[in-house]
């Protein structure tokens, strides 16, 4: 059986309120990874692993832990293609899944960011998660989790 793990230190609200809901609707075993309290619907299909606070600690876990059947739900680009060269799937909290294909891209686009913003260039940000991120989260995860069953 699968299992979603949830890279939860930066998980929106509305998208952990989606987790909880889409895992208890279809008994999915969900765990939520973070080096802090985070508050989830109570459910027998939902844990929280609270982890040491330090640099990837709960990247580390996630990716020792998940299987090939597994979903990752991450921001973390390099946990991202570190999940799916074990077979795990993962998308982003607005629902984008990350692929074989463009994860080699988004890589390098994050660490040319990262160049950028220590030389003291400002780059802005992601746009406010917005109503319409959370559909295609939605969406995404619903997809997902029908795969599974088929």
């Known amino acids: 059986m699968p299992v979603i793990w949830v890279d939860a230190d930066a998980t929106p609200k509305a998208v952990r309120e989606v987790i909880c809901k889409a895992a208890i609707r279809t008994a999915t075993e969900t765990v939520f990874v973070a080096n802090h309290k985070v508050p989830v619907t109570p459910s027998a299909h939902i844990r929280c ?11 580390n876990l996630i990716a020792q832990r998940c299987a090939p059947q597994d979903m990752v739900i991450t921001q973390d680009i390099p946990l991202a293609a570190e ?22 891209q988004k890589l390098q686009m994050r660490d040319f960011m990262e160049t950028l913003r220590s030389s003291g260039v400002q780059s802005g940000g992601q746009a406010a998660f917005s109503e319409r991120d959370k559909a295609q989260f939605a969406n995404a995860l619903d997809r997902w989790l029908a795969k599974q069953k088929s």
């Not at 799916?84 to 074989?100: L, S, V």
């Open 49 to 59: 692993l609270q982890v040491e606070s330090g640099f990837d600690v709960a990247d």
């Open 83 to 104: 999940v799916m060269e074990k077979g795990a799937a993962a998308i982003n909290n607005r629902g984008e899944p990350y692929n074989p294909q463009t994860i080699r």
